[in-house]
């Protein structure tokens, strides 16, 4: 997943340098707090499109990486007669 996103982060930039610095500190996290933790950020990060030093470094920071991402739940829309819709508005 690192290497995803080390490749994300690269073809996000309009210039591939441009993300090199980037793509060094979230490296460089694998010191601090190891590979299988970075691993999972980095597949967090590419889940939330949170493709950036910072992103990583505060999902690391904050334990975020042994968390599920929640997904949106699919609620069906509630239908009654004080709910105005879009077509009140217009």
Aim: charged content about 30%; glycine content about 8%; hydrophobic content about 35%.
């Amino acid at each position: 997943m690192l290497s995803l996103l080390v490749e994300k982060i690269i073809e996000d930039r309009p210039h591939p340098e441009q993300g090199y610095r980037s793509c060094l500190g979230i490296i460089g996290l694998e010191k601090r707090f190891g590979t299988e933790r970075l691993e999972a950020a980095a597949r967090r990060a590419l889940e939330i499109q949170a493709r950036n030093y910072p992103s990583v470094k505060s999902i690391l920071e904050k334990g975020l990486d042994k968390v599920p991402v929640r997904k949106a739940s699919e609620h069906t829309p509630i239908f009654h007669t004080n709910i105005r819709g879009p077509g009140y508005y217009h």
